[in-house]
């Protein structure tokens, strides 16, 4: 079973409103972090926000919020007042501190890419 | 800037060759993560260092190794390249163990085989 799904390949969305990018993820562990990046055209991975299985409130950085539902292990991005710039690939990630095998690094979802229409 | 770096940014080479990819995790973090980007596969872990050691393998082929240094640098080596092998390669590091804190990413080594 996939451990990070984002169910939506792509996403065209008009400058200015919010936008909301599904994650839903699967772990057993109690123990986990939750983390979007942006990765624009460029390559290089951006870090937008984290939220971590313990925290009691949705994390939010500047115009981004985590959705966090932990009982339906969902893990929505929204964007709000979206921008031309904010065109790019969406990658949800997990990483668990109790994960097997011994790593303990982030497993992606396939992304969203995300285009901004003006 | 994370504070990871990696070099070369871009490498261009023929199918049969060998190259290496150097990263050099942010200071002081002890654990260093290599990943695969490419089309059809997406973001896939390749290994993982802490403070030299091997600490855990993904989906790494045999043609592919990897290797932490005592200064902590890592180095990636992929041998007998194939077409396939054309990617985007990430190097991560993380000062944590245990806990499930933030991944620092280095700007990525896109690397074509022609």
């Known amino acids: 079973a996939q451990k990070i799904t984002q169910t939506q390949p792509g996403m065209f969305v008009q400058e200015k409103e919010a936008v909301t990018l599904d994650c839903t993820y699967d772990?057993?562990?109690?123990?986990?972090?939750l983390f979007w990046y942006k990765q624009p055209s460029s390559g290089e991975m951006i870090f937008l926000i984290y939220?971590?299985?313990?925290?009691?409130q949705n994390a939010t950085e500047g115009r981004y919020s985590l959705n966090f539902q932990k009982a339906r292990k969902s893990a929505n991005l929204v964007i709000s007042a979206s921008q031309l710039g904010d065109s790019a690939m969406y990658f949800c990630a997990m990483r668990e501190v109790h994960s097997g095998g011994g790593a303990d690094g982030l497993t992606f979802g396939k992304g969203t890419h995300l285009i901004i229409q003006p | 800037d994370s504070g990871v770096t990696q070099t070369p940014k871009h490498l261009i080479t023929a199918t049969g060759q060998r190259v290496t990819l150097r990263c050099s995790p942010r200071?002081?973090?002890?654990?260093v993560y290599w990943y695969q980007q490419s089309l059809d596969q997406g973001l896939q872990f390749l290994i993982q260092?802490?403070?030299?050691?091997?600490?855990a393998k993904g989906n790494i082929l045999e043609r592919f190794s990897a290797q932490q240094f005592p200064d902590l640098h890592s180095e990636l080596n992929l041998s007998s390249l194939e077409l396939g092998d054309s990617a985007l390669y990430f190097c991560?590091?993380?000062?944590?163990?245990?806990?499930?804190?933030?991944?620092?990413f280095g700007e990525g080594s896109r690397l074509t085989v022609l």
């Open positions: 772990t057993s562990d109690p123990s986990y972090g």
């Open positions: 260092y802490y403070n030299g050691e091997e600490r």
């Open positions: 939220q971590g299985s313990y925290d009691q």
């Open positions: 200071s002081g973090d002890l654990s």
């Open positions: 991560a590091s993380s000062g944590d163990r245990g806990r499930a804190g933030e991944l620092f």
